[in-house]
Antibody, heavy 121, light 105 residues
């Protein structure tokens, strides 16, 4: 069974860079797309972007100028960097697999448990 | 943009519950529904607007195409009290609806 696990600092200072990893086990990261999603406390889900095995990425325009998502197929993991963070970036960050069925329909079928990142000095 | 309604509802065990999701543009049937309980990650229920995710009880069903979609719970169970989100996967960004919180009446 596919499992995803986020890791990284739970506290980041304003103006610094938030960095998270997502380790994938029980399946290969060389298939499908791999996404990051965040959710502020008590708030809505926001898709951040995704990466493919080739390193190709697509980002949410609202965050595009500050985000980099990368992939390391040798380690079966992918990563998120969010630069110049503010308190508004405080959220639970999830990684997920962007699965596609045989008909080409996508959905997020496997999720990590999520990790809370607080931006505060 | 995806608009869910209602934003919250109160219902009793055994009730039939319907949640709607309206897209601002035609997204065909590229819509998924998720269930989220407090402190947990979202769990997929429906994809391709009406396809039931493996392992999800058959009391959950989805319908719609184009801009108007519905999630129906035919007979609400105690474990169904949660927040439900729709998501469009036809366009970028892959946005989510604002959520519908289903509470115990």
């Amino acid at each position: 069974q596919l499992q995803l696990q986020e890791s990284g600092p739970g506290l980041v200072k304003p103006s610094e860079t938030l960095s998270l990893n997502c380790s994938v086990s029980g399946g290969s990261i060389t298939t499908y797309y791999w996404s990051w999603i965040r959710q502020p406390p008590g708030g809505e889900l926001e898709w951040i972007g995704y990466v493919y095995r080739t390193g190709s990425t697509t980002y949410n325009p609202s965050l595009k100028s500050r985000v980099t998502i990368s992939i390391d197929t040798s380690k079966n993991q992918f990563s998120l960097e969010l630069r110049s963070v503010t308190a508004a970036d405080t959220a639970v960050y999830y990684c997920a697999r962007d699965y596609s069925d045989s008909r080409g329909y996508y959905y997020f079928d496997s999720w990590g448990q999520g990790t809370l990142v607080t931006v505060s000095s | 943009q995806l608009t869910q309604s209602p934003s919250s509802l109160s219902a009793s065990v055994g009730d039939r519950v319907t949640i709607t999701c309206r897209a601002s543009r035609d997204i065909s049937t590229f819509l998924a529904w998720y269930q989220q309980k407090p402190g947990e990650a979202p769990k997929p229920l429906i994809y391709a607007a009406s396809s039931l995710q493996s392992g999800v009880p058959s009391r959950f069903s989805g319908s719609g195409s184009g801009t108007d979609f519905t999630l129906t719970i035919s007979s609400l169970q105690p474990e169904d009290f949660a927040t439900y989100y729709c998501q469009q996967l036809n366009l970028y960004p892959r946005i989510f609806g604002g959520g519908t919180k289903v509470e115990i009446k």
